[in-house]
């Protein structure tokens, strides 16, 4: 038995309100929109993994969501012209990566982050 894929829901009535942070900003495609739940993802193959955490690192809290890029300064623009606030970061924490925290329209805290 191998687990295929797993997929986060998150609970909002403003389905819409995705497509800006998740489509447009983060360029995630849509792969289904019934109306009454719309999903975005990637036909890149990506890891699946599921992080069970104390705090975030740095003392900062528990992100609900953490997203791989591979442009993080293309991003972290994009965010800041959508008026979307930075939370934490930029910064180059000394396990490796750089990221930033910022809250999707549904006020889930994302960790933006690429390798260094």
Known sequence: ???KRIVTNIE???INAAK???NEILELDVLMDHG????YGSSEEMSIQISFAAQGGSDTPVPDLSIEVDDINTVLERM???GFAIEY???NEPWGVRRFYVRDPF???INILAHV
């Open 12 to 14: 909002t009535q403003d």
């Open 36 to 39: 009454w739940i719309a999903t």
């Open 80 to 82: 800041k012209n959508a």
């Open 1 to 3: 038995m191998k687990v």
């Open 107 to 109: 006020g889930k805290l």
């Open 20 to 22: 800006r942070f998740y």
């Open 89 to 91: 970061g930029p910064i």
